[in-house]
């Protein structure tokens, strides 16, 4: 089966960051994600896929606690990153975000310039001393988003004036200029063009060398490019995970091969 | 391909051959429909206006007179022997001469002018011809001799407001017709103020004293003026606005962003929505019944009653702000919280900027309609006749009795003197002003701090 791989990776020897075991969660009476066990390691990029509604971006907003300000959201099970558990009760989510970064579905940038978009993270979290310091991380992360060539010349132009493809990735880099550990990403390409897209995947996958990136996709051909391994979802239960190219060409359950062939989704 | 498609379609509306250029019957009955409402749309706001205009009209008409006032023009010698009998100059001798002894002085002057130039109308005996004086004359003029005894035997120009009848002749709102059916007035009069205008000695003129001007008594309704009213209600809106604004703001963050959502907030949201409702009149008992009988606050009051318009103010402030932080998008919080701001650093750096334009529209025209308010000043006192104005704020002028524009607006309208009547719709016309400099503050605010996402 090893010739079948689409890309030939090489990710069994690290170590795990992410592991969750256990978790459950509830909106009021729905059992929206049933006893998922799941080991996302680091400098890897996960994609998570399946139908609407099958609970990956549930879980996706489980790892940095989005979900805490959902009202009717519970939460059970644990989830460790680097060993520690972020449901303890010591645990401040405030500040397991700021380690733990986010892009969303649809680009949201303040309504703000460009600088300030990208230095707030930086800002309340007291990253620097000066404004010289500011910059330069405001610099590096708009380099790593592949923004700086654009926007160099307009920091101070309104980020809400960007394209739909720099706006996501305006966001990206307001998402790593804190220097998370761990990056997610909410279908970050859905409201992109093909163009805009190839440069997000481009991004994605230079990312991988920093952080380690759990995607949320609807496409298939987008989890195959950009992502080393795949966790399948369908109503609530991770039905599989493993390398992408085994999920693709191997799957071992009949309900991700449906998925992958088009017949169930 | 999927299971799913096949049969689930429905077919095609079969059209039996029907043209496009022709209109079937159900879909005429829908055009129908759509031009019946576009036509009760239209109806109602063609009413709408004409109400308006006609309300307008009739503020305008009447009201915009009560700005113009008749006055006369008077030379008069300050005469010592009959104001200061002992000849002393000193202050109790001169305080002895009252008010009449000096409306002798000026009827005088104007008989005397009278006599000078010929101007005589049969039947007006020199007292009526002192009766064109204002009631309000003496008395100013009084004031002007014991402050400066140096008047006397000085001739002066002297310069006073006519009675409120030839006043109301001299806009129209006296005919000689009316005049025949008057206690007040006779035609003869009204005859002379005709010499008088003509001699030059009668003019109407713009009247400034009308803005700042305190009340005046039934007795001399040109002398009337909004001063006090217009101080009350400045020194109100400040207090309500200083007061409200930040209660209100800070209610309705904790309430959108932070409280819980259980049964309590449930009941606390609840009973907002009672309160804006509640009939304004019943805060102005509560007023009367904790500020003024409780904490003993002077009655009257600007600050007495700046709590309770900011009492009756608040749901609305609440309930504006709060459906303007409702409608800043999610996805911002989202993004803030996702950089790992705190909640608390989400509402202020990036939601309540955004809330803000809706805020302060809120808050402004809540405002304008606390200015507007009369029923709760009228049972703390603010309807009193007050003839003192209240000193500045930083001498306590918040508790110095005043009144505000709407409660003079009632007081006047319901004196018997019609001249009264044309004053209340001239404060009606200031009340107005106020609240269109409040809407286009609130415009401007709007266009100022509005920003898209």
């Not at chain 1, 460790?80 to 645990?91: F, M, P, Q, S, T």
């Not at chain 1, 060539?149 to 720099?166: I, V």
């Not at chain 2, 379609?9 to 759509?34: H, I, V, W």
């Not at chain 2, 749901?315 to 701001?341: E, F, Q």
Request: overall charge neutral; some cysteine.
């Amino acid at each position: 089966m090893n010739d079948m791989r689409i890309v030939e990776r090489d990710v069994d020897t690290q170590k795990a960051k992410i592991t969750a075991r256990g978790v459950q969660v509830h909106y009021g009476t729905t059992h929206a994600l049933k006893d998922v066990n799941v080991d996302i390691l680091d400098n890897t990029v996960t994609a998570f896929i399946g139908p609407s509604g099958c609970g990956k971006s549930t879980f996706l907003r489980c790892l940095n606690r989005m979900n805490d300000t959902v009202a009717s959201a519970r939460v059970s099970g644990e989830i460790l990153i680097d060993g520690e558990n972020i449901y303890d009760k010591r645990v401040d989510p405030v500040q397991l975000r700021a380690k733990v970064g986010m892009v969303f579905q649809k680009p949201n940038p303040f309504p703000k310039s460009i600088y300030d978009n990208v230095a707030y993270g930086p800002k309340i979290h007291g990253m620097t001393r000066n404004k010289a310091d500011l910059d330069e991380i405001v610099e590096s992360a708009l380099r790593k988003a592949a923004l700086w060539n654009e926007a160099k010349d307009r920091l101070n132009a309104p980020g809400t004036g960007l394209s739909g493809g720099q706006q996501q990735r305006l966001c990206i880099a307001r998402a790593i200029a804190t220097s998370p550990e761990v990056l997610l990403m909410d279908e970050p390409c859905s409201a992109l063009d093909p163009i805009a897209t190839a440069q997000v995947e481009e991004l994605i996958d230079e990312l991988r060398a920093s952080f380690s990136v759990v995607i949320v996709t609807h496409s298939m051909q987008q989890a195959a490019r950009v992502s080393q391994r795949t966790a399948f979802f369908h109503l609530g239960n991770l039905v599989e995970y493993g390398e992408t190219g085994t999920i693709f060409t191997n799957p071992t359950d009949p309900r991700t091969e449906s998925y992958i062939s088009g017949r169930i989704g | 391909m999927t299971d799913a498609t096949a049969s689930g379609l429905p077919e095609a509306r079969s059209q039996g051959g029907a043209s496009l250029l022709q209109q079937d019957a159900l879909m005429k009955r829908r055009n129908a429909a759509e031009a019946r409402f576009k036509f009760y749309g239209i109806a109602a706001i063609s009413i709408s206006l004409i109400t308006l205009c006609v309300m307008l009209w009739t503020i305008f008409s009447d009201g915009v007179s009560a700005f113009r006032q008749a006055s006369l023009e008077l030379t008069v010698t300050i005469d010592p022997e009959r104001l200061d009998p002992e000849g002393d100059r000193s202050l109790e001798s001169l305080s002895k001469v009252t008010t009449i002894g000096y409306g002798n002085l000026l009827s005088g002057a104007l008989n005397d002018y009278m006599a000078e130039r010929n101007i005589s109308v049969e039947g007006v005996t020199p007292k009526q011809v002192g009766d064109f004086i204002s009631r309000d004359a003496p008395a100013r003029l009084r004031n002007m001799v014991l402050a400066d005894p140096d008047l006397l035997g000085q001739t002066i120009r002297f310069s006073t407001f006519a009675s409120g009848r030839i006043d109301g002749y001299l806009k129209g709102r006296v005919t000689m017709a009316s005049a025949e059916r008057d206690s007040n007035i006779t035609p003869a009069q009204l005859q002379l103020a005709d010499r008088l205008v003509e001699a030059g000695v009668l003019t109407s003129a713009f009247n400034w004293r009308f803005l700042t001007n305190p009340d005046a008594s039934d007795q001399r309704p040109e002398s009337a003026g909004l001063g006090i009213a217009i101080i009350g209600s400045l020194y109100m809106m400040f207090l309500v606005a200083i007061m409200v604004l930040p209660i209100g703001v800070a209610a309705s963050i904790y309430l959108e962003e932070f409280a819980p959502k259980n049964k309590w907030t449930d009941i606390i949201e609840v009973n907002i929505s009672n309160l804006a409702a509640v009939p304004s009149i019943v805060y102005g008992i509560l007023g009367l019944a904790i500020f003024i009988n409780f904490a003993k606050l002077p009655a009257s009051a600007p600050i007495v009653g700046a709590l309770v318009l900011t009492l009756m103010t608040l749901p609305t402030i609440i309930i504006a702000t709060r459906a303007s932080l409702r409608a800043v998008p999610p996805s911002i919080r989202d993004a803030a919280l996702g950089v790992g701001a705190s909640k608390m650093q989400t509402v202020f750096h990036h939601v309540l900027p955004l809330a803000a334009p809706g805020i302060l529209t809120g808050t402004i025209l809540g405002l304008a309609s606390a200015l507007g308010e009369t029923a709760p000043l009228l049972l703390i006192g603010m309807v009193a006749f007050v003839a003192n104005y209240p000193a500045s704020p930083l001498d306590g002028g918040f508790f110095d009795p005043a009144t505000a524009l709407p409660v003079q607006v009632y007081s006047w309208a319901s004196r018997s003197d019609p001249a009264f009547i044309e004053r209340s719709s001239g404060a009606i016309i200031v009340l107005l002003a106020f609240l269109l400099a409040m809407n286009i503050i609130a415009i401007l605010l709007r266009r100022r701090f509005e920003r898209r996402w």
